[in-house]
């Protein structure tokens, strides 16, 4: 979701309640990204050797057994349930993720339990609680970064303007989402190349590289081959 410049209301009421209407909060030309507070952090143990966190208690006993650390997340005014991937689970595990780190996010998937047409979170039946969310964003580790101590809650802008987080190649991992943006440097242009495999009677082949000038070549004899049969 994206959120026009200069907005100062709750981020997690527009999520929560998902109003989409196209004079609010939504134009491609002005993406934002989300710096939410976290408010509470709930670790199911990840195997039952493992001590359960101080909240754990709080979880029914199905989501227990489940690996992905779950959470609150508050933009200052509401909470919103909040999924961990696998990495960042790992990170919380860690502890270098805590309650009252903040973070940085873009490419959040938003997913709403129960209605399609969202709920306000002023309403009595709205909750946060991983038991029975209304509402859950789910953050990936490669579109996720901890803001700093300052950044205003809300929607911010990012890198260059846009909602996009500028990552480095060396934090990018495997499985961990999709990448928002990064800043490369392209040193040496090649040239294009083909491949060209042929397969003899025998069974065997044999794979040259061709020029696209020699590709070319090589077409129009294909091609006068063909119109002389």
Same mark, same amino acid.
């Not at 030309?29 to 990840?46: E, F, N, T």
């Not at 038991?131 to 970064?145: H, I, M």
């Not at 990552?167 to 990448?179: C, K, N």
């Not at 025998?202 to 000038?213: N, R």
């Given at each position: 979701?994206?959120? !026009?410049? =200069?907005?100062?209301?709750? !981020?997690?009421?527009?999520?929560?309640?998902?109003?989409?209407?196209?004079?609010?909060?939504?134009?491609?030309?002005?993406?934002?990204?989300? !710096?939410?507070?976290?408010?509470?952090?709930?670790?199911?143990?990840?195997?039952?050797?493992?001590?359960?966190?101080?909240?754990?208690?709080?979880?029914? #006993?199905?989501?227990?057994?489940?690996?992905?650390?779950?959470?609150?997340?508050?933009?200052?005014?509401? /909470?919103?349930?909040?999924?961990?991937?696998?990495? %960042? #689970?790992?990170?919380?595990?860690? =502890?270098?993720?805590?309650?009252?780190? /903040?973070?940085?996010?873009?490419?959040?998937?938003?997913? %709403?339990?129960?209605?399609?047409?969202?709920?306000?979170?002023?309403?009595?039946?709205?909750?946060?609680?991983?038991?029975?969310? #209304?509402?859950?964003?789910? %953050?990936?580790?490669?579109?996720?970064?901890?803001?700093?101590?300052?950044?205003?809650?809300?929607?911010?802008?990012?890198? =260059?303007?846009?909602?996009?987080? @500028?990552?480095?190649?060396?934090?990018? *991992?495997?499985?961990?989402?999709?990448?928002? %943006?990064?800043?490369?440097?392209?040193?040496?242009? &090649?040239? /294009?190349?083909?491949?060209?495999? !042929?397969?003899?009677?025998?069974?065997?082949?044999?794979?040259? &590289?061709?020029?696209?000038?020699?590709? *070319?070549?090589? @077409?129009? *004899?294909? *091609?006068? /081959?063909?119109?002389?049969?």
């Amino acid at each position: 979701m994206n959120f !026009v410049s =200069g907005f100062r209301g709750s !981020v997690i009421a527009v999520l929560a309640s998902s109003d989409n209407s196209p004079t609010n909060f939504f134009d491609p030309s002005h993406l934002h990204r989300l !710096v939410l507070c976290i408010a509470s952090i709930y670790i199911p143990p990840a195997s039952s050797n493992e001590p359960s966190s101080p909240n754990a208690h709080l979880l029914h #006993s199905s989501i227990s057994n489940a690996p992905l650390v779950s959470l609150e997340l508050t933009d200052g005014w509401y /909470k919103i349930h909040a999924q961990f991937d696998a990495r %960042l #689970s790992g990170i919380v595990r860690a =502890g270098l993720i805590k309650v009252g780190s /903040k973070l940085a996010t873009c490419n959040a998937t938003l997913k %709403l339990h129960g209605s399609d047409d969202g709920i306000d979170p002023m309403d009595s039946n709205y909750s946060s609680s991983p038991l029975n969310p #209304s509402a859950s964003l789910q %953050l990936n580790y490669n579109s996720t970064r901890r803001a700093r101590w300052d950044a205003r809650l809300g929607c911010s802008r990012g890198f =260059g303007g846009t909602g996009l987080l @500028k990552v480095d190649l060396s934090s990018v *991992e495997p499985g961990g989402g999709t990448i928002p %943006l990064m800043d490369v440097v392209v040193c040496r242009k &090649f040239p /294009k190349m083909f491949s060209q495999t !042929v397969t003899r009677a025998d069974g065997t082949s044999t794979t040259t &590289f061709l020029t696209e000038a020699a590709e *070319e070549q090589a @077409k129009r *004899e294909w *091609e006068t /081959k063909m119109d002389k049969r």
